[in-house]
């Protein structure tokens, strides 16, 4: 279920990816073969979302071959998001065993007021296996109070063990609910990343835009 007015508090989270810049890189997992600078999907083309009585969670993976068919200043904010979150990511995923995980981007927002979220119920199920996060990354500090008000936003990087296929059909879970949007996004990333290559033939990228 859904509300039937979108909520608008999402553009919050755009202004914090926004402000975090000029960090050390970090190592990127898997990097696609497509080209950076020429994406043209907005993050609503492609997240995927679900809704309770008192939040709706949005869920964007953070895996190269997904971002780098985003627009040019969405891309560069998360690639920064990455960059300055590198030391905790690096530090989760020593304490969870795990290599290279695979990331994801999870923002919930309050619908009402006290609205309360549990952030180990985000589970995905991709190629016939259930993925439950082994760490998260707080960017806002709401995460760690559990509680949102209405239109307040909670946002956190995800870690999971490789294996999530992102070309392919899985499901968002999260407290009983499930969404298999993610078939609608790729057939829109398959779109772009034909449009993507045919653009980089043709042209270098736009670097004169912020």
């Not at 530090?91 to 969870?96: G, K, L, Q, S, Y």
């Not at 990354?137 to 956190?156: C, F, K, M």
């Amino acid at each position: 279920m859904r509300p039937d007015k979108r909520i608008d508090g999402w553009a919050v989270g755009r202004a914090v990816l926004l402000g975090l810049l000029s960090y050390p890189p970090i190592h990127l997992s898997a990097q696609d073969s497509v080209p950076t600078g020429y994406g043209t999907l907005r993050r609503d083309d492609i997240v995927v979302r679900l809704t309770t009585g008192q939040v709706e969670l949005q869920v964007l993976p953070l895996d190269q071959q997904v971002i780098r068919l985003l627009a040019p200043d969405t891309y560069q904010s998360l690639t920064s998001l990455l960059q300055s979150r590198g030391a905790g990511i690096d530090d989760a995923a020593v304490r969870a065993g795990v290599d290279q995980p695979t990331l994801v981007m999870v923002s919930f927002l309050g619908i009402v007021p006290q609205a309360r979220f549990t952030p180990e119920d985000v589970n995905i199920t991709s190629r016939g296996r259930l993925f439950r996060p082994v760490g998260i990354v707080p960017i806002t500090p709401t995460w760690s109070s559990y509680q949102l008000d209405a239109r307040q936003q909670a946002v956190a990087i995800y870690l999971f063990e490789p294996g999530i296929g992102f070309r392919e059909q899985l499901t968002v879970s999260y407290q009983g609910l499930t969404s298999d949007a993610w078939s609608r996004a790729i057939r829109a990333l398959e779109r772009e990343r034909a449009r993507v290559l045919s653009r980089a033939q043709q042209s270098p990228p736009d670097t004169t835009k912020p």
